[in-house]
C-alpha cells in the first residue's frame, strides 16, 4: 500500500521528535488516525481522552511539564470546536501547541455540508499559524512551519486535513518548480540577551536600591540558581506568580510565596514596603499587587517583547532569556551589605507559615480544606508533580503547599479554566510513569468532567510504572470560589440556587471503575487518607468533605471587600452564621498564630 498523507503526518510528527498525542477518533480525521494503527513501530502513542477540550488540555499540559510541543487531534466540526478551551490554554499560558484537525471533503466545502465548519476563521484567533492542506504536496511544509511556529512564539498552530487528502498518495518530496515549498525538520531556540548598555543600566538600578523586590513566573521556572543568586547578592525577597510557583523552593526563607489574591502576606508586605522592583519571567497582571506607581523604581526581564513594560513602568525592559540575561546581569551587581530588609522579610515569612498552620488546624465543619492541603505538604514526594484547578481549592494549593526543589506544579493559569487538573494530570502521568502525580480540584470541576477523566485514568494506568496518581477532591456542595466573589465584590449574599451542588460519592465512583478511594469527615482523617493514598497500587481518589465558609481570604483586605461582605451577610446570606464564625478564627489566627478553636495547638 502506498503511503498515504495520513501516513506521512503522522511519520513527519516522529521526525519532529513527538512521542504521544491525545486524541479522539471520528470520521472527519479517519485518514489520520488510521495512520496511526498502521505506524508499524507505534512510535507515536495515541492517548485517548474522553472528550476533545481533554485532549487540548492535556497537549497543554504536556508542553508544560516536558518543555516539548504538545500535539492533540480531533475531528471536523464538534471534535475541533471541542479543542477551542484546552487551546486557548495554551495560547494565554503561552505554550507550544500543534492541533492537526479534520475537515470536511474538499468537493463538499462551500456546501453547507454536515459538520462543515469554517475551521480557519474559528482557529484564527487562538492559533498563531493556521492552514489547510488543499493538495498532497502541501502536507510537508504545512507540518514543519506549525511546529516550527508552535515553537518560535510559543503558542499555539492548527494544521487542517480534509477527508479526501488524508487518504490521498502521499508527495514526500514536491517538485522541483515554481510554486512549490521545500521545508525541513528542525528547530533550535536562539540564545537571546540584551545589550551590554541595557544590561549597566538595569545593574545601576538594583544596585541603587536598599529595598529590593523580586517577582517570578513560569519564565524563571529553568533559571533557579540564577534567581537565589540574584536574590542574595541583592538581599531581596522574592514573591512568586502563581505559574512560578515551583521556580524557588518554598524552604528558602526569603521566598514570601504566591502574589495577588491568591496570594501572602509575606508578598504583600513585600511590594509595599520595597523601593525597587525586579520581575522576572512573569505578565503578573494584578497592578494593585503591585507597588504603586513611582514607589519604587523597576527593571524586567521577558524573552517576550510584547510583555515588557506592560504591568508596571518599567525603567529598564531587557528582553532576553531569563538565565541567560541573569547569568550575564550577576557580575555588575553589587552585594548589599546592609541585609535588614532581607531580615525584615525573612521575619515575616517565618511568622506567615506560623499563621498558615493555625490556619489549617481550626475547627470547621466538618473538616477544614486548608487542613487538607496543609497535611498533603509534608507527604510530597521529593519529585512530585502538581496539578490544579481554578476555584477555592486553588487558593490552598497557592498558599499551603511547600513545594521543595525537584517538584513541578501547574495549571490553567492565565485562562483560569475549571476542569484542568485531571488533565494535567493524565499527560503528566504519561510524560513521567515513574514520578507520583496530584490532581486538586473542586468538585465543581470534577463534576464538570473530572468523574469522566477518572474513566481515562481506569484505562491506562496498568502501564505506568509507578500506578500512582491521587485525586483530591474538595466536596463543599458549593461553587464556592465563585460564591465567596458574590460576597467579597458584589456584596450580595449566596444565590443558592446557582452555586449549590449535589453531594457526589467520588471515591464510590472511582471504585466503580476500578481505582481506590476514600471519603474524609474528620480532621483526624485527613493525615491517614494521604497515607493510604501514597501506599495504594492503583489511582486513588480522596473525596474530602469540607467546610463551604471558610474563607479564601486575600492577603489584604480592602475597606471595599471589607464593605461588600458585610452588606452580602446583612442582605440574609444562608450561610452567615459559619461564615462569619470562620471569618473570626481565620483572622484571628493572624494575631494568635500559636492559638486554634478549643485551646491552644500542641
Keep these: 500500500m502506498a503511503e498515504t498523507v495520513g501516513d506521512f503526518i503522522v511519520r513527519r510528527l516522529r521526525q519532529w521528535g513527538v512521542r504521544r498525542v491525545f486524541g479522539y477518533p471520528g470520521d472527519g480525521i479517519n485518514g489520520?488516525?488510521?495512520?496511526?494503527?498502521?505506524?508499524?513501530?507505534?512510535?507515536?502513542?495515541?492517548?485517548?481522552?474522553?472528550?476533545?477540550?481533554?485532549?487540548?488540555?492535556?497537549?497543554?499540559?504536556?508542553?508544560?511539564?516536558?518543555?516539548?510541543?504538545?500535539?492533540?487531534?480531533?475531528?471536523?466540526?464538534?471534535?475541533?470546536?471541542?479543542?477551542?478551551?484546552?487551546?486557548?490554554?495554551?495560547?494565554l499560558d503561552r505554550q507550544p501547541v500543534v492541533a492537526v484537525v479534520g475537515q470536511q471533503a474538499?468537493?463538499?466545502?462551500?456546501?453547507?455540508?454536515?459538520?462543515?465548519?469554517?475551521?480557519?476563521?474559528?482557529?484564527?484567533?487562538?492559533?498563531?499559524?493556521?492552514?489547510?492542506?488543499?493538495?498532497?504536496?502541501?502536507?510537508?511544509?504545512?507540518?514543519?512551519?506549525?511546529?516550527?511556529?508552535?515553537?518560535?512564539?510559543?503558542?499555539?498552530?492548527?494544521?487542517?486535513?480534509?477527508?479526501?487528502?488524508?487518504?490521498?498518495?502521499?508527495?514526500?518530496?514536491?517538485?522541483?518548480?515554481?510554486g512549490t515549498v521545500h521545508s525541513s525538520v528542525d528547530y533550535s531556540p536562539p540564545r537571546v540577551l540584551p545589550q551590554d548598555d541595557d544590561l549597566r543600566r538595569a545593574a545601576d538600578v538594583l544596585n541603587a536600591g536598599s529595598r529590593v523586590a523580586m517577582l517570578v513566573g513560569q519564565g524563571a521556572l529553568h533559571a533557579t540558581e540564577e534567581v537565589v543568586e540574584v536574590a542574595d547578592r541583592l538581599g531581596a525577597g522574592v514573591a512568586k506568580a502563581l505559574l512560578g510557583k515551583a521556580a524557588l523552593s518554598d524552604e528558602l526563607p526569603f521566598v514570601t510565596g504566591a502574589i495577588g489574591l491568591l496570594g501572602t502576606k509575606p508578598s504583600w508586605d513585600l511590594m509595599q514596603g520595597c523601593d525597587t522592583l525586579l520581575v522576572v519571567g512573569s505578565s503578573f497582571p494584578y497592578s494593585e499587587f503591585l507597588p504603586e506607581e513611582g514607589q519604587a523604581r523597576a527593571v524586567q526581564i521577558d524573552i517576550d517583547a510584547r510583555v515588557v513594560g506592560l504591568r508596571y513602568p518599567m525603567e529598564v525592559n531587557l528582553v532576553g532569556d531569563s538565565r541567560e540575561t541573569l547569568r550575564a546581569l550577576l557580575p555588575l551587581l553589587e552585594p548589599?551589605?546592609?541585609?535588614?530588609?532581607?531580615?525584615?522579610v525573612e521575619r515575616g515569612v517565618g511568622e506567615w507559615w506560623e499563621t498558615l498552620e493555625a490556619r489549617a488546624m481550626q475547627e470547621a465543619k466538618p473538616?477544614?480544606?486548608?487542613?487538607?492541603?496543609?497535611?498533603?505538604?509534608?507527604?510530597?514526594?521529593?519529585?512530585?508533580?502538581?496539578?490544579?484547578?481554578?476555584?477555592?481549592?486553588?487558593?490552598?494549593?497557592?498558599?499551603?503547599?511547600?513545594?521543595?526543589?525537584?517538584?513541578?506544579?501547574?495549571?490553567?493559569?492565565?485562562?483560569?479554566?475549571?476542569?484542568?487538573?485531571?488533565?494535567?494530570?493524565?499527560?503528566?502521568?504519561?510524560?513521567?510513569?515513574?514520578?507520583?502525580?496530584?490532581?486538586?480540584?473542586?468538585?465543581?470541576?470534577?463534576?464538570?468532567?473530572?468523574?469522566?477523566?477518572?474513566?481515562?485514568?481506569?484505562?491506562?494506568?496498568?502501564?505506568?510504572?509507578?500506578?500512582?496518581?491521587?485525586?483530591?477532591?474538595?466536596?463543599?456542595?458549593?461553587?464556592?470560589?465563585?460564591?465567596?466573589?458574590?460576597?467579597?465584590?458584589?456584596?450580595?449574599?449566596?444565590?443558592?440556587?446557582?452555586?449549590?451542588?449535589p453531594d457526589v460519592a467520588y471515591a464510590d465512583f472511582a471504585e466503580l471503575v476500578g481505582l481506590a478511594g476514600r471519603r474524609v469527615e474528620s480532621p483526624d482523617d485527613v493525615g491517614p487518607a494521604w497515607d493510604e493514598a501514597l501506599r495504594a497500587d492503583r489511582p486513588f481518589v480522596i473525596d474530602a468533605v469540607v467546610d463551604p465558609d471558610v474563607p479564601p481570604l486575600p492577603p489584604h483586605i480592602t475597606f471595599d471587600q471589607a464593605t461588600s461582605m458585610a452588606r452580602a451577610l446583612l442582605k440574609g446570606d444562608p450561610d452567615w452564621r459559619g461564615v462569619v464564625r470562620q471569618s473570626l478564627l481565620d483572622k484571628l489566627s493572624e494575631v494568635l498564630p500559636g492559638a486554634r478553636a478549643g485551646g491552644r495547638r500542641d
Design 367 to 501: 473538616v477544614n480544606p486548608q487542613r487538607v492541603f496543609w497535611e498533603l505538604s509534608s507527604r510530597l514526594p521529593a519529585d512530585a508533580i502538581v496539578c490544579g484547578d481554578s476555584g477555592s481549592s486553588t487558593n490552598w494549593l497557592a498558599r499551603d503547599l511547600k513545594l521543595r526543589p525537584g517538584m513541578q506544579v501547574s495549571l490553567s493559569s492565565t485562562l483560569a479554566s475549571m476542569g484542568s487538573a485531571l488533565p494535567y494530570a493524565v499527560a503528566a502521568k504519561f510524560a513521567y510513569p515513574s514520578r507520583v502525580v496530584f490532581a486538586l480540584a473542586g468538585d465543581g470541576a470534577m463534576q464538570m468532567n473530572g468523574l469522566a477523566e477518572l474513566i481515562t485514568i481506569a484505562k491506562y494506568w496498568r502501564g505506568w510504572e509507578d500506578p500512582r496518581l491521587v485525586v483530591l477532591v474538595l466536596n463543599n456542595r458549593d461553587l464556592n470560589q465563585v460564591t465567596w466573589e458574590h460576597r467579597a465584590m458584589e456584596g450580595s449574599p449566596k444565590f443558592a440556587t446557582s452555586q449549590d451542588l
Design 336 to 344: 548589599k551589605s546592609d541585609r535588614s530588609w532581607r531580615e525584615e
Design 32 to 91: 489520520v488516525v488510521l495512520a496511526f494503527g498502521r505506524d508499524s513501530g507505534r512510535d507515536v502513542e495515541w492517548v485517548q481522552a474522553r472528550h476533545e477540550e481533554m485532549s487540548g488540555f492535556m497537549a497543554c499540559a504536556h508542553a508544560k511539564f516536558t518543555g516539548e510541543v504538545g500535539v492533540c487531534v480531533a475531528t471536523s466540526g464538534p471534535g475541533a470546536i471541542h479543542l477551542l478551551n484546552g487551546l486557548y490554554d495554551a495560547k
Design 106 to 178: 474538499r468537493t463538499a466545502l462551500g456546501g453547507s455540508y454536515q459538520q462543515e465548519v469554517d475551521l480557519k476563521t474559528l482557529f484564527g484567533d487562538v492559533a498563531a499559524y493556521v492552514e489547510q492542506i488543499v493538495e498532497p504536496a502541501q502536507a510537508r511544509h504545512v507540518v514543519d512551519r506549525a511546529f516550527r511556529t508552535a515553537l518560535a512564539e510559543r503558542s499555539v498552530a492548527c494544521v487542517i486535513v480534509p477527508t479526501d487528502v488524508q487518504e490521498e498518495d502521499a508527495v514526500e518530496e514536491p517538485p522541483h518548480e515554481h
